[in-house]
């Protein structure tokens, strides 16, 4: 993981999984500080009031911020499998809380271990990754005739078509990766024997595709 890029949860994902009765249900948030991280943990014990146990963890990337609580489970069969499955996806800012409804049977370190872990994996599944980097926005007009190839090209830099108007040309903005731009710049002028332009409209740092 380099300084310049991570993965970060793409939007909010849950899920909910069964285990012998007991019900698990896991939220995952991306986040930038432990207040907010703290905040989203506090939420979901009001929401799910009743619960027994709502287990978190969390990771910032500022400061290489972990922590995690197993909330009166046996310790080591919650918060540090959820945490392990986001270092395991080398994922950052990023809080996971997963909520026990107890079904009156009981799991087992083992079983606990396995079922906060996938609780945890499955709602970051829902919640997709996203690449934290500087991203390039660029404007590229271009002839019917290329649009498919340009499309592709696109794909190929690792960037993606953010909108296409279609005019007199395909007017296309384009998302890539900051660092990409002058080899892509490059390809196009090739793929258009120097009849396309790419224009950069701006450089931020934001969440793209992973």
């Not at 709502?54 to 972990?66: S, T």
């Not at 945890?120 to 290329?146: E, I, N, Q, T």
């Not at 993606?160 to 002028?189: I, K, M, W």
Request: net charge negative.
């Amino acid at each position: 993981m380099d300084m310049e890029s991570y993965l970060v949860p793409g939007e909010y994902g849950e899920a909910e999984l069964v285990e012998k009765r007991s019900r698990f249900i896991g939220q995952v948030w991306r986040v930038e500080t432990e207040e907010e991280a703290r905040e989203r943990v506090e939420q979901v014990r009001k929401k799910y009031h009743d619960a027994r146990h709502h287990c978190w963890c969390y990771l910032l990337r500022e400061g290489g911020v972990l922590r995690y609580s197993d909330d009166g489970e046996p310790q080591g069969t919650a918060g540090q499998p959820m945490l392990n499955v986001f270092q395991k996806e080398g994922v950052a800012n990023a809080v996971c809380v997963v909520t026990r409804y107890f079904g009156g049977i009981l799991l087992g370190a083992g079983g606990l271990t396995r079922a906060y872990g996938s609780t945890a994996k499955l709602a970051l599944d829902g919640a997709g990754l996203c690449r934290m980097r500087l991203w390039a926005s660029l404007l590229v007009s271009c002839p019917y005739g290329l649009y498919e190839r340009m499309r592709l090209l696109v794909e190929k830099s690792g960037g993606a078509v953010e909108n296409a108007d279609f005019g007199a040309d395909v007017a296309l903005t384009v998302l890539l990766p900051a660092q990409d731009v002058e080899a892509f710049r490059e390809q196009v002028t090739e793929l258009s024997a120097g009849a396309v332009e790419v224009l950069v409209e701006e450089e931020t740092f934001r969440p793209g595709p992973p």
